[in-house]
């Protein structure tokens, strides 16, 4: 027996957006059941705007409503993180290594040395930056491209991305699933985390763009 679902009203600014992919996503779960969490979480790879600190808890909080089983959130959930990662992970291959080479020689502020760099470091640190990368927000679907670039053997990719995501995964339908109504908790602590996350990759870029613009600069005093 399916019970509907009745989520607080929000009305306005993030509360708006938070409402609209509630809504969504209850929709999926509540039209095919558990196999729709698993959709939804597929989508939020390939789509990293749809946040799955929204999806998550509350397939946790279906599970508490008895619309499937707590089990079934965990394996459906993780299922579609792993099915989204290796559609990533494909796109990467099919990008290849010559090709993305030569997109970046084409990019402003960004040298073939560059490349070599993050290159090397993604050979020193690929299975680490897969695994932990699951858990970071953004990062969550970026990593599988590189992945797929640098060809990382397709059997230890799904292996790491399984158990990063089972882990983030459990966290958070498990806190969803406890919390019940209050599920939305969740994703207001899962925000502060996110946005610490944007604010370091702005800081990075923006040190790496400086870094860049002084490096052409003394190029060009120098000749």
């Known amino acids: 027996m399916t019970t509907h679902l009745n989520l607080l ?90 090709r993305m080479r030569r997109l970046v020689a084409k990019a402003p502020l960004v040298d073939l040395e560059d490349v070599d760099s993050v290159e090397a470091w993604f050979n020193r640190h690929g299975y680490k930056a897969v695994f932990f990368g699951r858990m970071v927000p953004i990062f969550r679907s970026l990593v599988s491209i590189p992945a797929g670039i640098e060809r990382m053997p397709v059997w230890t990719f799904l292996g790491l991305t399984l158990a990063g995501s089972l882990i983030w995964n459990s966290i958070f339908v498990l806190s969803g699933f406890y919390l019940g109504e209050n599920w939305h908790i969740v994703e207001q602590y899962a925000d502060i985390f996110q946005k610490l996350v944007i604010v370091v990759v702005v800081l990075v870029l923006a040190f790496f763009v400086v870094s860049k613009v002084r490096k052409l600069r003394r190029k060009r005093h120098a000749s």
């Open 9 to 98: 009203p929000m009305q306005t600014g993030n509360e708006s957006t938070l409402g609209s992919v509630a809504d969504w996503a209850v929709s999926m779960m509540e039209t095919i059941g558990a196999p729709g969490a698993g959709l939804a979480i597929a989508l939020e790879n390939l789509f990293p705007p749809l946040p799955s600190e929204v999806i998550l808890p509350l397939a946790g909080f279906t599970a508490s409503q008895g619309n499937f089983s707590l089990f079934e959130a965990l394996f459906w959930t993780t299922a579609g993180s792993v099915v989204g990662a290796w559609l990533l992970y494909l796109l990467g291959v099919l990008l290849g290594r010559d």
